[in-house]
Each structure stands twice: as structure tokens, then as C-alpha cells.
């Protein structure tokens, strides 16, 4: 059985955060999930919008697991409000390949008020691409959300993921009292973090030179 084809505990995790923060979430008018797998979180993101038109966009890596969520979405289209757009599409996180992909979405890079990801099996070797990819994602302006449940590959990537978001501008604040010290693959599978952009990302450039 292929990943993308059975629902992770973090896409639980992540679709439990959302509706308990419901109220938040409603202030994001344009959202991109990575990584999304089933699509699971993204569909419940998609039925959590009330008056406010909401664009949603699932990506994946995987062919297969596109088609999947494209089955997923049109099996549960009765559920999503009228005022919601979902659409779904292949998005993978190496360079060149990530470029090719941007160019095709329905939303272009930088347009999303927050990127959601869950259960992302990252490495050493990944975590950059990975990070690099929400971070052209995101809105330029201060206030884009990345809001990351879940994250498989230990104590490694999971310090690398902040890291990573520290150097893209993006401020960890939730947990409010920060992250586990010394996590362990575990803890790291159980935490929620919402990340921030604070500053433009023209600014952060600028900074940078």
C-alpha cells in the first residue's frame, strides 16, 4: 500500500488543531496543504469555511496520491460549501521539479495566507527543500501562517524544520512556551508548531545582503 493511501495519526492531529481553532482559521481566505496525502485535514480546513469564500489547493508529491484526493474530493463534494474552491495538484519539493510544479498551480507562488503539512517523512537532505518549498508558498507579507503537525524523521528534522523556518523569516509561536528541548521521535510526531511570518520576505532578502 503506497503512503498516501491510508490516513496518518498527524492528519488526525492536524484535522483535531483546526476545528478546535476554527475560529482562526477563518481569517485565512486563500490555504495550500503539502505533503497532503488523503487530503483529509485540507477537506476538513474546506468545511470549516463559514461566510468567507476560501481558495484551497492539496498537494503531493505522488501521482497516485493526487488521483486519491481528487476521488477523496469529489466523494465528499457535497460537504464543501459552495463559497470554498478545491482543487488538487502535484507539487514535489526538489528544485527543478519544484519550479515546474509552482508554474501549474491554481494559486501562484506567494499567493497562500497559510501552507498546512502533517506527517512530512523528512531527512537531513530534505527539510531544506521541504521548508524552501512552503516558504514560496507563503504570502511575502508579515501575518502568512505555516502551521506543521507531525513531523516524521526524528530529533534531526525536527530541529531542522526550525531552523529552517528561523533562516526563511518564519517565527515559531505555538507552542507559546516553545518547542520540546531534546525531542525524541515521538514528542516530534505529537507537536503542533505554528510558525509566522514577521517580516516581509523582500525584507528578509535585503537583510540577508
Given at each position: 500500500m503506497h503512503t498516501s493511501a491510508q490516513?496518518?495519526?498527524?492528519?488526525q492531529l492536524l484535522s483535531e488543531y483546526l476545528v478546535s481553532n476554527a475560529a482562526t482559521m477563518a481569517n485565512y481566505?486563500?490555504?495550500c496543504e503539502v505533503g497532503a496525502g488523503t487530503g483529509m485535514a485540507g477537506l476538513v480546513c474546506a468545511m470549516l469555511?463559514?461566510?468567507h469564500s476560501r481558495e484551497l489547493v492539496l498537494t503531493d508529491g505522488a501521482a497516485e496520491a493526487c488521483g486519491l484526493m481528487q476521488h477523496n474530493l469529489d466523494?465528499?463534494?457535497g460537504c464543501v460549501p459552495d463559497s470554498v474552491r478545491v482543487?488538487?495538484?502535484?507539487?514535489r519539493w526538489g528544485e527543478e521539479e519544484r519550479e515546474r510544479d509552482l508554474a501549474k498551480l491554481p494559486g501562484p507562488a506567494g499567493y497562500f495566507d497559510a501552507v498546512l503539512a502533517s506527517d512530512c517523512a523528512l531527512s537531513s537532505s530534505t527539510v531544506g527543500d521541504f521548508v524552501r518549498t512552503v516558504n514560496r508558498l507563503l504570502r511575502a507579507d508579515a501575518g502568512a501562517t505555516f502551521i506543521c503537525v507531525a513531523i516524521m524523521g526524528g530529533a534531526a528534522a525536527f530541529d531542522g524544520v526550525l531552523e529552517e523556518?528561523?533562516?526563511c523569516g518564519l517565527r515559531l509561536i505555538e507552542p507559546?512556551?516553545?518547542p520540546p528541548s531534546e525531542p525524541t521521535s515521538t514528542t516530534a510526531r505529537r507537536v503542533v508548531l505554528r510558525f509566522?511570518?514577521?517580516t516581509s520576505a523582500e525584507e528578509n532578502r535585503q537583510t540577508e545582503i
Open positions: 490516513v496518518w495519526p498527524g492528519s481566505r486563500s490555504v469555511a463559514t461566510a466523494l465528499n463534494e482543487k488538487v495538484a502535484r507539487l523556518c528561523s533562516s507559546a512556551n516553545g509566522q511570518r514577521q
